[in-house]
């Protein structure tokens, strides 16, 4: 699924670990309490997508745009996060 388009997707819950989602489009998607340990997201647009309780654990979200995501619950263990962009920068 490298570059696919899947903004507005609801995919909560869903078990995508180690999937290959790199510069996908998940702008406002919904990934309540997915799994995506180990995936590769990089340059993936997740622009105002809710991520509450997502397991990222070793996943690669390097140049991913997380403008708007609220990362509570979010679990990070080992993501990479080089260069990703937020509203702050």
Do not use: F, P
């Amino acid at each position: 699924m490298n570059g696919a388009n899947l903004s507005g997707a609801n995919l909560s819950k869903s078990q995508l670990n180690g999937a290959i989602l790199s510069g996908a489009n998940l702008s406002s998607a919904i990934l309540i309490n997915a799994e995506l340990k180990i995936a590769d997201l990089g340059g993936v647009d997740l622009t105002n997508s809710r991520l509450k309780g997502a397991n990222l654990k070793g996943a690669d979200l390097s140049g991913a745009n997380l403008s708007g995501v609220n990362l509570e619950d979010v679990d990070l263990t080992n993501a990479n996060l080089s260069g990703v962009k937020t509203i702050d920068n």
